[in-house]
């Protein structure tokens, strides 16, 4: 909606929620199922190249793209955070993130 209607605090807020969240690990659905006494389950994959979750990777792959390309470089670069906003929006709906399948097929957790 932020690239739709050319509003690009609406983009920044998402890159930074996305960054705060990759960068801290702080998830805010796992803080509100906390606070409404719900547990989630985290998975563990004891095969990983590397110790860092490919959630919080995808967070920040996703987070600096929009940053850069929907904000800093939007003259230039404004075709690619349109290509992330479809590939997200898929991926919630498909359930299938070919992003995520990457990070996890490089080695993350």
């Known amino acids: 909606l932020g690239l739709y209607f050319d509003r690009p605090e609406i983009l920044s807020a998402i890159a930074a929620l996305s960054l705060f969240e990759g960068v801290t690990n702080f998830r805010i659905s796992r803080l509100l199922s906390s606070v409404l006494g719900e547990s989630t389950p985290v998975p563990v994959n004891e095969h990983s190249r590397f110790s860092f979750d490919a959630i919080r990777a995808w967070r920040l792959v996703i987070g600096s793209t929009v940053l850069l390309s929907g ?16 590939a997200v929006a898929g991926a919630g709906l498909s359930g299938v993130c070919p992003i995520f399948i990457m990070l996890k097929r490089m080695g993350f957790r």
């Open 71 to 86: 904000v800093f470089f939007f003259d230039q670069l404004w075709f690619l955070a349109w290509f992330v906003g479809f």
